[in-house]
């Protein structure tokens, strides 16, 4: 992005800075000098967990994260061209959450692309979610790049059609962090399949920018931070220049580079997990680059939830976090390594050290 678009983009968004940080993010996506590709916005909001509490109640902290990321959405200049929801918009899959959560989602102005996350789907596998926003796994062009969301979070049909005593005994099952009796994520042969014949029909140079809800990589297996056929998944992807998977699910900023795919997680509206690794029990997976945000603060309804817009350089992408209660951090792509890197905090010396709760 030019210097020139930089400034006007940061001034466009001076009216969302006062209006408080939120965990929107803003996708730019630029083409660069000489490219016939024409530049544009893309905002994400993701995991916004709408819990129902009987008697038309619903969570409030949930709600309000959803909101001020829909009206942030509606302040923005300029408008994005479309919004990606990135998945769980329910707690527990139900008609009441799922149609609550897009009844808020309906006062944004733009299309939105929606991602199936795991507590959308494992009560009735996905079947409402399907009634109201169409195919759980499809693609779409924009301006020159190709974007394909993936339904990453099925599983074995073994675990999924076992007999489970109830549809919401498999759901609480499945929505577990720490999950002893869920089954590992996967996109699953059928899908695999799909995506080949899909991408079949796309150039090499044309830019690909997969939306998931789990990572299509492996990184903490006890959390299912984790797609079990990831490998598989990037496999399909390797013959494409610049190829970036941008994921919710984990609630924390993650980035990493295996091969061509930059991979990168957006910040959820409803709460933070902590890293794998904050548990000493839990050995830590996490990718090798990711500078740890420090834990989210519980007496700050917002903390360690953020918005991020992201550039792409010549369809390379450069994540900004825009966080309330920790330092903004941007995340930019090095050509020089061919990797991600955070550039304030990515020195070992420059890290904010952990913050502690009593
Ligand atoms: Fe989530
Ligand atoms: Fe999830």
Redesign the pocket.
Known sequence: MKDLNHREFLKGTGALVVAGALPVSLVKVAFGAGSANEDFTFAHIS?SHISYLGKNKFVRNWDRGLIRAVAEVNLMTPQPDFIIYG??IAQLGTKEEIDHGLELMSKVRSKVHYVM???DYYVDLGKHWESRLGPQWYSFDHKGIHFVVLNS?LTYDDWTHKNWPTQMDRMLAMARLDNPGGSPFMVGKEQRDWLKKDLKKVSKDTPIVVCS??PIQKIFKGWNFWTDDAEEVQTLLKRFDKVTVIY??VHQIQYNQIGNISFHAVMATAWPWPYPSTYSQAPSYMPELTVKMNRGDPFFERDATGWQFINTHSGNVDLHYQLPNNQNRSVVFDTKTGKPVDNKFQSVKNRIPPQTHY
Do not use: M, Y
């Open positions: 995991d998945g769980d996350g795991e507590h979070i809800h789990s919710g699910h």
